[in-house]
């Protein structure tokens, strides 16, 4: 599904992956952890091409999008909702929702069943369609955030720290349904967080960045029980 192979990207002249390698198999969840600074959102910028790769590549579902824009990059079947919820402030959630499904050119009728299709994934959002977005609550955007990704119909669905800012009860909620979106929509997801409690209960596979590079990389269970020296970074 995703293949990242000796990445290296930064700011300026500066290097902050430095070497990154990890694969997200069909139907997988990777959750990528670190403290801050590790590179975590610089993760996230180069998949998505708003940072460019220096070195290495990265291959989405055998097509290498390495050297891709962002918005052909959403084509190929990435999407992304970023820790700052990137949504549209003024606009209303069901105009959200029809935006975050446009960059894939889809019909009407296209768009209509998978609004269907996002709002029982996101129920709360069915009596909001109507409201701006800056009306609504923190976790409510969260959700609006992760909606219009889904939109978007993507093979791979990158959760840019979900839960930083939410309530434990809409923390856990977002990790439930994070969970359920693998099930429900057959998609792989790169979980980017620093809940390790919670991003290690539903992943299939964890990865750990340090100043750039992987110290990590394998099962959950592997982390919880034997690396003991790791789990006591967090």
Do not use: C
Not at 124 to 152: N, V
Not at 180 to 185: L, M, Q, T, V
């Amino acid at each position: 599904m995703l293949a990242v192979e000796s990445l290296v990207s930064g700011y300026g002249a500066d290097p902050i992956l430095r070497g990154v390698s990890f694969t997200i198999p069909e139907r997988s969840i990777l959750a990528v952890l670190g403290h801050n600074g590790a590179g975590k959102s610089s993760l996230v910028r180069a998949l998505v091409g708003l940072i460019p790769a220096w070195e290495g590549r990265i291959v989405l579902d055998g097509r290498d999008v390495t050297h891709e824009g962002a918005a052909q990059r959403v084509r190929s079947g990435l999407a992304v909702s970023f820790q700052d919820d990137a949504v549209f402030p003024t606009l209303s959630v069901d105009t959200n929702l029809s935006l975050g499904a446009h960059v894939r050119g889809r019909d009407a009728a296209w768009v209509g069943q998978r609004r269907e299709q996002t709002l029982e994934t996101f129920p709360k959002l069915k009596g909001l369609l109507a409201q701006p977005a800056y009306a609504l609550s923190g976790g409510e955007r969260r959700m609006l955030s992760i909606a219009m990704a889904l939109m978007s119909d993507p093979k791979l669905l990158v959760l840019d720290e979900p839960s930083t800012g939410l309530s434990p009860a809409m923390t856990a909620f977002v990790f439930d349904t994070v969970a359920g979106i693998r099930e429900a929509f057959g998609k792989s997801v790169l979980l980017i967080e620093q809940n390790v409690r919670h991003a290690l209960e539903i992943a299939d596979h964890a990865v750990i960045l340090k100043t750039g590079t992987v110290i990590f990389d394998g099962a959950p269970a592997v982390l919880a029980q034997e690396a003991t020296e790791l789990v006591s970074m967090f």
